[in-house]
């Protein structure tokens, strides 16, 4: 009588804290002091709830990056449509005109020089569209990066753009490391360099290197560089750039003045 009673106070206690466990309370488990089945039955109750609400935890936090990852998608792809319509609405007004000869635009070879510049820029505007899917493949790739290795690949591909504006680039980074995936980071510099080049007068500057902790771009810009305002105006660039930054948590900062600009990056 003894053994049954505690049989049916067993499955009793079964019945009420899986009927909890049904309804996901953390806190719940059952007590097993016995070495016997039933306390065996209890323990592997209790180990396949644990592994249950672990693998919801985990559900959970993979379905949270996919959102804030297609929230960070639509939130590009709108930024880029306003980059891309621009251009084109730019493009289609100068062919208009020269269609038609209009004005100074009746000087065509000129003006079909700025077509030809307009139409790479949004060649260059589809390959960074294009490029923002791959921050889907640039998360926990995280490495210790030599910065000066990756910048001297980026340096050497902008050198000509560079040498046909004369600008100076002044480089004295030494052996610092930054933490960051190795991709993700050449990609950053590649945006920042391009626009330093890009937006720079002729004759200008571009100074890069450490200071208290952060790793530096500053360059001479021109007075109408408004592209480069850290607002929703800003270039595609720099947006790729910020969501790069965000999603390897690296804090940075973007200091402009009238004839300056500069972006600097925590590396600590």
Known sequence: LIYSKSIKNNIDE??????????????????????????????????LYFTLLKS????????????????????FLKAASHELKTPLASLR????????????????????????????DLSKNISQILSIYSIDHL??????????????EVLNKYELLA??????????VGLEHLYIGRNAFSVILSNLISNAIKYNCDYGRIDIGIKENCFYIENTCQENHMELKKDTSHGLGLYIVGNLLNNYQID?????????????????
Not at 24 to 32: A, I
Not at 163 to 172: A, D, H
């Open 56 to 75: 919801i935890d985990d559900l959970e936090l993979k379905n949270k990056e996919i959102l804030e990852l297609e929230k960070l998608k639509y939130e």
């Open 14 to 47: 079964i019945k009420n804290v899986t009927d909890q466990m049904m309804q996901l309370d953390k806190n719940v488990s059952l007590v097993h002091n016995s070495d016997d089945e039933v306390g065996d039955l209890k323990k592997q109750i209790n180990e």
């Open 163 to 172: 040498y046909q504006k004369n600008i100076v680039i002044n480089n004295k």
């Open 93 to 120: 007004i100068i062919l208009e005109n020269m269609m038609y000869n209009v004005g100074k635009y009746k000087e065509r070879d000129v003006y079909l020089g700025q077509c030809v510049d307009i139409v790479d």
């Open 139 to 152: 998360k926990n790739d995280e490495e210790d990066v030599i910065i000066k290795d990756v910048l001297k």
């Open 252 to 268: 940075y900062q973007i200091i402009q003045t009238k004839t300056t600009y500069l972006f600097k990056m925590k590396i600590q």
